[in-house]
C-alpha cells in the first residue's frame, strides 16, 4: 500500500494545521466551478472533516468523486459516513482502501497541509501529479506563515512553474495557502463550463455584497491612522478625517455578486462604467487582424473590480509603461496599461486595464495557462481608470454605444456572430 509523506503540522512550530469551513470552500473551489460531469479525487480528508463537506457540496448529478482516507482503518469510518450522507452523495462517491487504486481525475484535492522537507514535497507531488487527468488541477495547502518549512519552499516552486491560481485564507487557523497546480495544458474550451470561481480575496459583507481585500485594508489602514492621530493628541478631531474616510475608501473597492447571462453568444462587459468608445481597429501587439473594440470609463464612483467578458484561456500578459493622463481623454490611450490576452472558440480577445489621473495600481490576479470563466473576477484597478476589450471583428456585432451605462459581468457589449 503506497503512503505518502504527508503531515498535519507546520515546520517549526509543529501545530496541526486545521482546516476550516472557510478554507475547505477554497480548497474544494475548482470542483465547484467545473460544471461537469467531472471526476474527482480526495485523499487526506477524514470523515466529517470540513474538507470533505466542502467537496460532497459540489458534486453535481453526473460527477464522479473518488475518496481515499489517511491510514489503516479510516476507509471504514469514510465508507460509514458517505452512506450517512444519502442515496444521492452514496451513489456518485466511491470510498478506497490505498492511493494505488485511485484512477486518474480531472480534479485532485491533497486535503491534509504539507509539511516537511523539500524532498517529502517532491515527493508527495510527484505522487499526485500521475493521478490528474490531461488538462486536470491538482489542489494542495501549506501554511501561509513564512516558516522554515522545506514543503512549502517546493510547492511555491512548483506553482511558479505550473501554478494555476494561489489564495490566501487568512481566516483558518493557523492561515493557509492554497495553490491549484497544472502539469499540462489545459484547453481553451474546458473555460466555457467553468463556473467564475470562488475569490477569498473578496470578503462577504451580505448575500449580494463583497468587499476586496484591498479595499479591508486600506480601511484597516485609515483607521489605524485615525487610532495613531487620537492617541497622540486626544483633545484634536484631527483623527475624524482618517476615521470618516475609511467607510468610502472601504467602498471604493466594493465588490457585488452578479448574474452573468447564461447566453453562449452574450459577451459582457468587463467593468462597470459609460462606454467611452465603439470602433473597429487594428493594434500591432495582437498582430495584422481588425478587431472590435469597446471602451469603458469607469469613475471613483464606479465598481472597480474587473471581470472576463468571455470564457477562455490566459495565454499572455504584459504591461506597458506610459502616462496618467484623465482616463476618459484620448491621451489616455498611452498610459500605463495591462493586457490580457485570451484564446477563446472565437479567436483571440484582450482586456486591457488602463490606468487614469488618480489610478495609479493595476491588479491582475490571473496568471498564464489559467482558465477563466464569462464574467469571472480577474484583477482590478484603483480609483478613476478605464478597460478596453478587443474582439474579433468579423466574429462579434456591437450591442452598446458610447455613451451607455454598462455593469461588468452582467451588461451584453456585444455577440458572437
Not at 503506497?2 to 473551489?29: E, H, M, Y
Not at 448529478?61 to 489517511?70: I, K
Not at 506610459?322 to 500605463?336: R, W
Amino acid at each position: 500500500m503506497t503512503q505518502f509523506p504527508v503531515g498535519g503540522t507546520s515546520g517549526a512550530s509543529r501545530r496541526p494545521i486545521q482546516i476550516g469551513d472557510r478554507a475547505a470552500r477554497v480548497l474544494a473551489s475548482e470542483l465547484a466551478r467545473h460544471g461537469g460531469p467531472k471526476t474527482g479525487l480526495v485523499i487526506g480528508a477524514a470523515a466529517g472533516s470540513a474538507a470533505l463537506a466542502a467537496v460532497i457540496d459540489a458534486l453535481l448529478p453526473d460527477d464522479r468523486l473518488t475518496v481515499v482516507g489517511t491510514g489503516p482503518g479510516t476507509a471504514a469510518a469514510l465508507r460509514e459516513h458517505v452512506e450517512r450522507q444519502g442515496r444521492w452523495v452514496a451513489d456518485r462517491t466511491r470510498v478506497i482502501d490505498s492511493i494505488d487504486a485511485a484512477e486518474p481525475a480531472d480534479v485532485v484535492i491533497h486535503a491534509e497541509a504539507l509539511s516537511g522537507s523539500a524532498e517529502d514535497a517532491r515527493e508527495v507531488l510527484g505522487g499526485l501529479t500521475k493521478l490528474v487527468a490531461d488538462g486536470g488541477v491538482l489542489t494542495v495547502v501549506v501554511a501561509a506563515t513564512r516558516l522554515p518549512s522545506g514543503a512549502a519552499d517546493e510547492v511555491e516552486r512548483q506553482a511558479a512553474l505550473y501554478g494555476v491560481g494561489s489564495d490566501l485564507v487568512l481566516r483558518n487557523v493557523p492561515p493557509v495557502r492554497i495553490h491549484r497546480l497544472r502539469h499540462t495544458p489545459a484547453h481553451h474550451s474546458a473555460a466555457a463550463k467553468l463556473l467564475p470561481a470562488l475569490r477569498p480575496s473578496s470578503v462577504p459583507l451580505t448575500r449580494g455584497m463583497n468587499i476586496d481585500s484591498n479595499g479591508v485594508a486600506a480601511a484597516g489602514i485609515a483607521l489605524g491612522l485615525a487610532a495613531l492621530a487620537k492617541a497622540a493628541r486626544p483633545k484634536s478631531k484631527l483623527w475624524l478625517v482618517p476615521a470618516l474616510a475609511a467607510a468610502p475608501v472601504a467602498a471604493f473597492f466594493r465588490d457585488p455578486q452578479r448574474d452573468v447571462p447564461e447566453d453562449a453568444k452574450a459577451i459582457v462587459a468587463a467593468s462597470d462604467g459609460k462606454v467611452l468608445g465603439v470602433e473597429r481597429m487594428h493594434d500591432k501587439r495582437f498582430g495584422d487582424m481588425e478587431f472590435l473594440r469597446i471602451a469603458v470609463f469607469l469613475s471613483v464612483l464606479d465598481v472597480h473590480v474587473n471581470r472576463a467578458p468571455v470564457a477562455g484561456k490566459v495565454v499572455d500578459y504584459f504591461v506597458e509603461d506610459g502616462g496618467y493622463a484623465a482616463a476618459m481623454k484620448p491621451e489616455a490611450e498611452h498610459n500605463v496599461a495591462a493586457y490580457t490576452l485570451l484564446e477563446t472558440a472565437h479567436g483571440p480577445v484582450a482586456v486591457v486595464q488602463r490606468t487614469g489621473l488618480i489610478a495609479r495600481r493595476i491588479v491582475q490576479r490571473a496568471p498564464i495557462g489559467s482558465l477563466l470563466a464569462k464574467g469571472e473576477r480577474f484583477g482590478l484597478i484603483r480609483f478613476g481608470s478605464r478597460t478596453d476589450v478587443y474582439l474579433p471583428a468579423d466574429k462579434a456585432d456591437p450591442e452598446v454605444a458610447p455613451g451607455d451605462r454598462v455593469v461588468g459581468g452582467q451588461t451584453v457589449i456585444a455577440s458572437w456572430k
